[in-house]
């Protein structure tokens, strides 16, 4: 009763109760924890109840339909459409950690959704993970799913209500992304790398966007940042990415991995931009220049753009010059058009560069 998708690589089936050493084992990794409802601890007995028992109750009053993935005659995860009726479903998943970043689950994935709209005549499907789960975000990104907001607590886990991210795939919906997720990958040149940002770089985020010089120039930052504003800083950084809103890179030296600052640009709708800011520990050494430098070849050579934009404060000597050294043309004056982080109106000084004028040979 209970039927084997396959596409001839990845196949979905009845769960078996060899695959209660699998499912031990999935859920003893620690994402799994965070991000879905497993009991913790997980003991052996959890994952026999619950291939022996959970799954075939769900098909046995058609409350969850839930298939093994299989793969290279591995046990790889748990995919399912939880039924809600009137041709609605919610979509879940967990792969084993052996089948991670190997696409099997999207593949996976994809056999249980076209099943569910042929078989089961769904009309909606709807994704729910918690705020963060940017490897559950970016599946169902991949596999179509709009992104329609975040639902505060929501999603009960051991006792609490978690606040969740939810996203939709209809019937009729193309199966690619829907939008565009911006892509940070390492560059480097002149001795500066930009790369993605890490865990390991909240504590210099915090010294950085924190530093008396940037909480006077820069006002849009938190005030008198701790841990929780550096973390936040970096989900804001992958909300930014995932949206189509803003590139931003953490920089460093070449040869020492430590966060020195960041280059973002943005505004590709309309202006598209270049910012930036430092660590103290990169002032003065050219750095942020150079970094900036990668972030504008970055902007003309990769993306393409025929022109980007620069605004510094009119008293900001050091910004000021990352943008003039980098070749950036003064273009004019903004009176009073921002404020510093202590309130006094400040004017702008914009820029710009055209790709020619970055493509003319001049350095
Ligand atoms: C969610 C899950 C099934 C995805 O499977 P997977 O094999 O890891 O998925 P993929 O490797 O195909 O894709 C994950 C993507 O998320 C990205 N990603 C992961 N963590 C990220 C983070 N913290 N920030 C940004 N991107 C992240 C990965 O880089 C990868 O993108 P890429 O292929 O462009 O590099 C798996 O991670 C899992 O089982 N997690 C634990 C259970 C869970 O979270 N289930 C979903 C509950 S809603």
Redesign the pocket.
């Known amino acids: 009763m209970i039927p084997t998708l396959t596409d001839g690589d990845v196949t979905l089936r009845a769960h078996r109760p060899e695959d209660a050493q699998g499912s031990f084992e999935?859920c003893q990794?620690p994402?799994?924890q965070?991000?879905?409802t497993v009991p913790v601890p997980y003991s052996m007995a959890d994952a026999r109840t619950f291939v022996e028992e959970v799954c075939p109750g769900g098909w046995a009053d058609d409350s969850e339909w839930a298939f093994a993935i299989e793969h290279g005659g591995r046990y790889g995860?748990t995919?399912s459409l939880r039924n809600e009726g009137s041709g609605r479903a919610e979509?879940?998943?967990?792969?084993?950690?052996a089948?991670?970043?190997?696409?099997?689950?999207?593949r996976a994935?994809r056999l249980l959704l076209e099943w569910g709209f042929a078989e089961k005549g769904l009309q909606t499907v709807i994704?729910?993970?918690?705020v963060?789960?940017?490897?559950?975000?970016?599946?169902?990104w991949?596999l179509g799913f709009s992104y329609d907001g975040m639902v505060r607590r929501w999603q009960p886990q051991r006792g609490e209500l978690r606040d969740?991210w939810v996203g939709t795939l209809l019937r009729d919906d193309p199966r690619e992304p829907a939008t565009t997720?911006l892509?940070n990958p390492v560059v480097e040149g002149d001795g500066v790398r930009l790369r993605?940002f890490t865990e390991a770089d909240v504590a210099r985020v915090v010294e950085g966007i924190g530093d008396p010089d940037t909480q006077y120039w820069l006002a849009f930052m938190p005030r008198d940042p701790g841990e929780a504003e550096g973390r936040q800083y970096l989900e804001t950084v992958?909300e930014r990415?995932?949206t189509g809103h803003t590139i931003t890179w953490a920089f460093s030296a070449t040869d020492d991995d430590r966060l020195l600052g960041a280059v973002g640009l943005y505004r590709f709708d309309s202006e598209p931009e270049i910012g930036y800011w430092s660590h103290p520990d990169a002032r003065g050494r050219g750095l942020t220049t150079r970094a900036a430098g990668l972030g504008i070849r970055y902007a003309f050579e990769t993306l393409g753009l025929d022109r980007l934009a620069g605004f510094a404060s009119a008293t900001n000597t050091a910004s000021l010059k990352v943008l003039e050294t980098n070749g950036l043309r003064r273009a004019g004056v903004l009176r009073n058009a921002a404020r510093t982080g202590t309130g006094e109106a400040v004017d702008l000084v914009g820029y710009d560069l055209l790709a020619e004028e970055w493509a003319a040979p001049r350095r």
């Open positions: 999935q990794d994402s799994s965070r991000w879905t995860g995919i979509i879940a998943y967990g792969s084993h950690p089948v991670r970043g190997t696409g099997v689950v999207e994935l994704w729910y993970a918690h963060g789960n940017w490897a559950s975000r970016k599946v169902a991949r969740c997720w892509a993605p992958q990415l995932a």
